[in-house]
C-alpha cells in the first residue's frame, strides 16, 4: 500500500488543522493506521492509532482530548484533526499502515512521506 500525507502548513498557537492520508489499493479497510511525528533533534514519537474498522483509538497523553483520529474506509483516507495546537506539535507527521498492528510503536510495514505542521507562538 502506497501512502500519501497531506494537509500540514503554518498556523498560529490555539489554531487548527487537518491531516489527511491516503491510501492506494482495495484493502485499505484491512490496514491499521497511525500517525507519528518528528520533531527537528528528536526521534519519531506515537501520536495516534486506529484499527482497521475504526472502532479502537489509541492517543499519546501528550495529544489526549486535542486530537482525533478517523479514517473514512469508502475513501481510503485516514485524518488526524488537531486542535488548541502549542508550538510544541511542530514537527514532520508520518502516517503508518499495516494489516497486523496499530499500536504505539514504529511497528508499520508501510509509511508515507512526512507533512510538515508549523505552530508559532
Known amino acids: 500500500v502506497q501512502l500519501q500525507a497531506s494537509g500540514g502548513g503554518l498556523v498560529r498557537a490555539g489554531g487548527s488543522l487537518r491531516l489527511s492520508c491516503a491510501a492506494s489499493?482495495?484493502?485499505?479497510?484491512?490496514?491499521?493506521m497511525g500517525w507519528f511525528r518528528q520533531a527537528p533533534g528528536k526521534e519519531r514519537e506515537f501520536v495516534a492509532a486506529i484499527s482497521s474498522s475504526g472502532g479502537t483509538t489509541y492517543y499519546a497523553d501528550s495529544v489526549k482530548g486535542r486530537f482525533t483520529i478517523s479514517r473514512d474506509n469508502a475513501k481510503n483516507t485516514v485524518y488526524l484533526e488537531m486542535n488548541s495546537l502549542e508550538p510544541e506539535d511542530t514537527a514532520a507527521y508520518y502516517c503508518?499502515?499495516?494489516?497486523?498492528?496499530?499500536?504505539?510503536?514504529?511497528?508499520?510495514?508501510?509509511w508515507g512521506q512526512g507533512t510538515l505542521v508549523t505552530v508559532s507562538s
Open positions: 503508518a499502515a499495516d494489516q497486523t498492528y496499530y499500536g504505539n510503536a514504529p511497528l508499520y510495514d508501510y
Open positions: 489499493g482495495r484493502t485499505f479497510s484491512s490496514y491499521g
